[in-house]
């Protein structure tokens, strides 16, 4: 079949920035998976997806004029249904025919095959393939129907009576195959083969299309718009490192790829300008700064080598005169208010310092059923002090100064205006203060990590204070029933269960999980329920997840949380311990004897590990606790120095007097004494080979 090149574009106007990356996927990708559905596509055709702020567009390779005709077989009745018993049609049979376009003549033909148990009539035809214009219609209705858009618009077209939904109103419908128009139809627009450019800078209007593949060149040229969201993305990219090494001095644009998306979607013809504004700003905090010209601006501020912020930002204009002086003056004088305002809510806040406005917590709701913040600080207060006193008793005064002042800036001018800046303006203010740098930072770090990757606190009061925080959390919503559902969680309860392994692990702390939640919830006195072992089993499933995320099979992983380690930062050394014990060739044997081991306490019930050394009558039975005589000790102390990879090693020496004690021992003996005595060797095994993990966990 011959084929030629397909361009779709609908123009539109100006579609959400922040969701245009998206729609323009979606909207290309679902039109190409339909016309493939309908054999429209050969195997080696390719798709472009185009989107700006005023279009979105698709261009397919090697797409057919018409679908190839195909064979089918369609089910009609049982074979007891469609023929009578001297083998002629019914008129059941003849009817549903009659209805396929066919007559008595097919009757014939027509195949028997078994469906289920009952033999059925399947009639064989020939459906022919879908005309381009059949197909491209149907598929460009489709791609409009599943765009992820979660609120559409309603607007009257230009008959004055219909009205149609849409992310945003349609103007314009271009359908290319080839040269050729397809004729199809969408939000009342018959396709064309003519666009619309840049507002202001395109060289004609309209902008018409040769042919499918002159799409973006035509566009570019004609219409002054670069249509491909990663060409323009890419352009703007290395217009900003081009202005930035224009200024000089080692500065470079802020790394920001979100910001770099949104303006992305927000120009068409992209044009990188260089502003600056006055030194005395830079008086301020640059985090403060820096977030009002990204996030109320779309600006890019330019850091200096060291990463200090500097009075010249860059700006993504969308239009290119021959004199830019003005674009730059004006965007100069809107983001001088901007600065201004950080800058008097910076100096209106270090009037009063952090210690004077805990009183206004109190005025502060956290959760209807939990209280105010200031409340929530006193719980997280108490908290940490408890932790503190258990792992760093020379901090505490320190830790009860962050702990309580941790909240404070939530009531500052500047974060009620950039709640973003929250525990980093507490920080600045702090050292305004003179709390000095181990309870300012902490101050800004216990609220780290803030997201996977994030790291922790600096120092040792932010670790507690971070801690005692993310427990506060999690014990108060366990205990109110407020639990994440889903993808539902609204109280980030799985980011902070991951704050806290990240923190217990990765810091190593003498602190077991069990003693830290139940040591968590009398702070809360008849608030919340007991709900400590949901909590805790909830941390020891994220706990689960993050080791298989990080290469740990799920068999080591399930080996190792089956004894629900109290210190988390043993369990690495567990994992490597297992790993290193699953290598050997003794593993298998002595996994699977776990596994029957298990079974069979689990039997006997309630088994003392306790052995008579005079009721061991057979050899295998003396070998196997001679064995461990020798043994057992070594691998105890082993495991008790932290040395966890020998002391599975250790135990592999087991493996011959336990294959040999079951060979030649009947464990559940007709006598009481050497059946609870062979019950209690095994209970001491057990007990002894899964210290470290359970090793049962490890058979096939």
Same mark, same amino acid.
């Given at each position: 079949?011959t084929?030629?090149?397909?361009?779709?574009?609908?123009?539109?106007?100006e579609?959400p920035?922040?969701?245009l990356?998206k729609?323009?996927?979606a909207?290309?990708?679902?039109l190409?998976e339909q016309?493939?559905?309908?054999?429209?596509?050969a195997?080696?055709?390719?798709?472009?997806?185009?989107?700006?702020?005023?279009?979105?567009?698709?261009h397919?390779?090697?797409?057919?004029?018409?679908?190839?005709?195909?064979a089918?077989?369609?089910?009609?009745?049982?074979?007891a249904?469609?023929?009578?018993?001297?083998?002629?049609?019914?008129?059941?049979?003849l009817?549903k025919l009659?209805?396929?376009?066919?007559?008595?003549?097919?009757?014939?033909?027509?195949k028997?095959?078994l469906?289920?148990?009952?033999?059925? !009539?399947?009639y064989?035809?020939?459906?022919?393939g879908?005309?381009l214009?059949e #197909?491209?219609?149907?598929?460009?209705?489709?791609?409009?129907?599943?765009?992820?858009?979660?609120?559409?618009?309603?607007?009257?077209?230009?008959?004055?009576?219909s009205?149609?939904?849409?992310?945003? &109103?349609?103007?314009?419908l271009?359908a290319?195959h080839?040269?050729?128009?397809?004729?199809?139809e969408a939000?009342?627009?018959?396709?064309?083969n003519?666009t619309?450019g840049h507002?202001?800078e395109?060289?004609?209007?309209?902008?018409v299309?040769?042919?499918?593949?002159?799409?973006a060149?035509?566009l570019?040229?004609?219409?002054?718009?670069?249509?491909?969201f990663a060409?323009?993305?890419?352009?703007?990219a290395?217009?900003?490192?081009a202005a930035a090494a224009? +200024?000089?001095?080692?500065v470079?644009?802020?790394?920001?790829?979100?910001?770099? $998306?949104?303006?992305?979607?927000?120009?068409?013809?992209p044009?990188? @300008?260089?502003?600056?504004?006055?030194?005395?700003? !830079?008086?301020v905090?640059?985090?403060?700064?820096?977030?009002?010209?990204?996030?109320?601006?779309?600006?890019?501020?330019?850091?200096d080598?060291?990463?200090k912020?500097?009075?010249?930002?860059?700006?993504?204009?969308?239009?290119?005169?021959?004199d830019?002086?003005?674009?730059i003056g004006?965007?100069?004088?809107?983001?001088r208010?901007? @600065?201004?305002?950080?800058?008097?809510?910076?100096?209106? $806040?270090?009037?009063?310092?952090?210690?004077?406005?805990v009183?206004?917590?109190d005025?502060?709701? %956290?959760?209807?059923k939990?209280?105010?913040?200031?409340?929530r600080?006193?719980r997280?207060?108490?908290?940490?002090?408890?932790?503190?006193n258990?792992?760093?008793v020379?901090?505490v005064?320190?830790?009860? =100064?962050?702990?309580?002042?941790?909240?404070?800036?939530?009531?500052?001018?500047?974060?009620?205006?950039?709640?973003?800046?929250?525990?980093?303006?507490g920080? %600045? %203010?702090?050292?305004?203060?003179?709390?000095?740098?181990?309870?300012?930072?902490?101050?800004?770090?216990?609220?780290?990590?803030r997201?996977?990757?994030?790291?922790?606190?600096?120092?040792s009061?932010g670790?507690?204070v971070?801690?005692?925080?993310?427990?506060?959390?999690l014990v108060?919503?366990?205990?109110?029933?407020?639990? &994440?559902?889903?993808?539902?969680?609204?109280?980030?309860?799985?980011?902070?269960?991951?704050?806290v392994?990240r923190? @217990?692990?990765?810091?190593?702390?003498?602190?077991?999980?069990?003693?830290?939640v139940e040591?968590?919830?009398?702070?809360?006195?008849?608030k919340?329920?007991?709900?400590?072992?949901?909590?805790?089993?909830f941390?020891?499933?994220?706990l689960a997840?993050?080791?298989?995320?990080?290469?740990y099979?799920?068999?080591?992983?399930?080996a190792?949380?089956?004894?629900? &380690?109290? =210190?988390? #930062?043993? +369990?690495?050394? =567990?994992?490597?311990?297992?790993?290193?014990?699953?290598?050997?060739?003794?593993?298998?044997?002595?996994a699977?004897?776990n596994?029957?081991i298990?079974?069979?306490?689990?039997?006997?019930?309630?088994?003392?590990a306790?052995?008579?050394p005079a009721?061991l009558?057979?050899d295998?039975?003396?070998?196997l %606790?001679?064995?461990?005589q020798?043994?057992v000790?070594t691998?105890?102390?082993?495991f008790?120095?932290?040395?966890y990879?020998?002391?599975?090693q250790?135990?592999?020496?087991?493996?011959?007097?336990?294959?040999?004690?079951?060979?030649?021992?009947?464990?559940?003996?007709?006598?009481?004494?050497?059946r609870?005595?062979?019950?209690? !060797?095994? =209970?001491?095994l057990?007990?002894a080979?899964n210290?470290?993990?359970?090793?049962s966990?490890?058979?096939?």
């Amino acid at each position: 079949m011959t084929t030629q090149n397909l361009l779709v574009e609908l123009f539109v106007e100006e579609l959400p920035p922040k969701a245009l990356k998206k729609l323009g996927d979606a909207f290309a990708g679902v039109l190409f998976e339909q016309l493939k559905a309908q054999g429209l596509t050969a195997a080696g055709s390719a798709l472009t997806a185009f989107a700006s702020p005023r279009r979105l567009a698709a261009h397919v390779t090697a797409v057919a004029s018409q679908a190839a005709d195909k064979a089918v077989s369609q089910k009609l009745m049982p074979v007891a249904v469609g023929l009578d018993a001297s083998g002629n049609a019914t008129p059941a049979l003849l009817k549903k025919l009659q209805a396929l376009g066919a007559d008595a003549s097919a009757v014939a033909g027509l195949k028997r095959a078994l469906d289920g148990k009952a033999e059925a !009539l399947f009639y064989d035809s020939t459906a022919k393939g879908a005309t381009l214009q059949e #197909g491209l219609q149907k598929a460009l209705l489709e791609a409009i129907a599943k765009l992820p858009i979660p609120k559409v618009m309603t607007y009257q077209l230009a008959d004055g009576w219909s009205d149609v939904k849409f992310v945003r &109103p349609a103007h314009g419908l271009v359908a290319l195959h080839g040269s050729d128009v397809v004729a199809i139809e969408a939000l009342g627009l018959k396709a064309g083969n003519s666009t619309h450019g840049h507002r202001f800078e395109a060289a004609v209007d309209p902008v018409v299309l040769k042919d499918a593949d002159s799409y973006a060149a035509t566009l570019k040229k004609d219409g002054a718009v670069i249509a491909g969201f990663a060409d323009r993305k890419a352009e703007i990219a290395s217009q900003l490192a081009a202005a930035a090494a224009k +200024v000089g001095g080692g500065v470079k644009a802020i790394e920001d790829d979100a910001l770099l $998306d949104e303006v992305t979607a927000l120009v068409e013809r992209p044009n990188v @300008l260089v502003c600056e504004f006055e030194k005395e700003f !830079l008086g301020v905090p640059q985090e403060c700064l820096i977030l009002t010209m990204k996030a109320n601006q779309k600006y890019f501020p330019l850091l200096d080598a060291a990463g200090k912020l500097t009075n010249k930002f860059l700006v993504v204009s969308n239009i290119s005169p021959s004199d830019a002086s003005a674009v730059i003056g004006g965007n100069e004088r809107v983001v001088r208010p901007r @600065l201004a305002d950080a800058k008097f809510f910076f100096d209106q $806040d270090r009037k009063k310092t952090l210690a004077s406005r805990v009183a206004g917590l109190d005025k502060v709701v %956290y959760h209807n059923k939990l209280g105010t913040q200031g409340e929530r600080t006193q719980r997280v207060r108490a908290i940490a002090e408890s932790i503190a006193n258990r792992i760093d008793v020379g901090r505490v005064a320190d830790v009860q =100064r962050a702990a309580e002042l941790a909240k404070t800036d939530l009531v500052t001018d500047m974060v009620g205006e950039f709640p973003e800046l929250q525990g980093t303006m507490g920080r %600045y %203010y702090a050292l305004n203060d003179g709390l000095g740098a181990d309870v300012a930072d902490a101050i800004e770090d216990h609220y780290k990590p803030r997201f996977a990757g994030d790291e922790l606190p600096r120092n040792s009061v932010g670790v507690i204070v971070a801690l005692a925080d993310k427990l506060e959390t999690l014990v108060g919503m366990f205990g109110i029933g407020n639990l &994440p559902t889903g993808d539902k969680d609204p109280f980030a309860l799985r980011r902070h269960a991951l704050g806290v392994i990240r923190m @217990l692990v990765e810091k190593d702390l003498p602190l077991g999980l069990v003693e830290l939640v139940e040591g968590a919830q009398p702070v809360f006195g008849d608030k919340i329920q007991d709900a400590s072992a949901a909590l805790v089993d909830f941390i020891y499933d994220r706990l689960a997840g993050s080791l298989r995320e990080q290469g740990y099979s799920a068999q080591e992983v399930d080996a190792v949380l089956a004894l629900k &380690p109290q =210190r988390l #930062g043993d +369990v690495a050394k =567990r994992l490597a311990a297992v790993r290193a014990f699953a290598a050997l060739p003794e593993a298998p044997a002595l996994a699977a004897a776990n596994k029957r081991i298990a079974n069979i306490l689990k039997k006997a019930g309630e088994v003392d590990a306790h052995v008579n050394p005079a009721l061991l009558p057979e050899d295998a039975e003396k070998g196997l %606790y001679q064995a461990m005589q020798q043994l057992v000790p070594t691998a105890n102390a082993q495991f008790e120095q932290g040395n966890y990879t020998a002391s599975l090693q250790t135990l592999a020496a087991l493996r011959a007097p336990v294959d040999s004690f079951f060979d030649g021992v009947m464990v559940n003996a007709e006598e009481a004494d050497l059946r609870l005595n062979r019950q209690g !060797l095994l =209970r001491s095994l057990h007990v002894a080979m899964n210290r470290v993990a359970d090793l049962s966990k490890l058979a096939a």
